[in-house]
């Protein structure tokens, strides 16, 4: 009895032999990540990827951790979408990187209105007490601010930023700190990619003064929203990674999908994305303080870009019909040529956490 070669192949080709968390853990690195958001969440051939941490070995609640779905009137928590994501890490062992405190956007129309500085500091400590405790102990990490820093450099006029100045940011690290001592709080945003724009050097500056008054943050995450052929390079990626961990212990990419800017899209751009992709990926198994790649959902049926960016998308490691993508092929191969290489050792052991005041070069 013979197999027809279609499934021979099929066994030899499998993707049991290359799966992305395992493979990036014996490359040295703490997890390779996903997003989920709820409405994925009873797609079962999604969900069986999903869940398996050979593959993802850190998810991140794409949407239900948000302010407006905590605490969409004052007073009043809700953790019903938050749960429904933290419960399957509970149930695989999958690390939960938690996803976001303090941010401008899906912020409930009341947070946005004009607040005194106190009335703004209790606004911040009550939401982040409550929902940093409610999670407490499941969250590996916590992206506590998002994206409080504009493109040229200026401080995003944000409700909080309005009532508090920059103390904001020293205020939610601080109380982040003690409602889950365990944490790793990190400052997350986008464009902080490529050294060394204007964005970044003001997202370095405001981190400093930040810790400078005794907050604790122990991470930044850079997004890694791009676009296909026009991705950072891994060398400039690296020079960033390398400037923001004379500051901070570790660095990650958390949110990373690389889109085509027009469709259908043919064999040489999905080439092209694949080496994007691999950038991305090496630039941070070639940094010692990276932990890992977080990608923002991992199939295009669920990317948020065609709905941010019409005409644009297949964005995402899966096409629609979770098929593997060359860029899922070649990430697999780098991690796998890493781990070979023993590029980092094996898998390493949790980085000291900083909780002082750091010290800084000049
Ligand atoms: C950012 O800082 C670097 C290093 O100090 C400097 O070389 C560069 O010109 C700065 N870039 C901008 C846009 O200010």
Redesign the pocket.
Known sequence: MHLPVSAVLLAVAGPATCQLNKLAKEAGLEYFGTAIDNPSLNNQNYMRIARDSDEFGSITPANGQKWSNTQASQGRFSYGSGDAIANIAKETGQLLRCHTLVWHNQLPSWVSSAYSRDQMERILTAHIQNVVGHYKGQCYSWDVVNEAMNDD?SFRQSPMYRAMGEDFITHSFLTAASADPSARLYYNDFNIERC???K??ATWDMLLSVLNAGAPVHGVGMQGHSRVGKSPSKREMKETMARFLQLVNEVAFTEVDIRHTSLPVGEAEREQQARDYVEVVGACLETPGCVGVTVWDFTDQYSWIPGQYPGEGEACLFDRNLNRKPAYSSVASLLQSAASAGLRGSATAAPAVVTGTPTMPE
């Open positions: 450099g060394c724009n204007a970044i050097n």
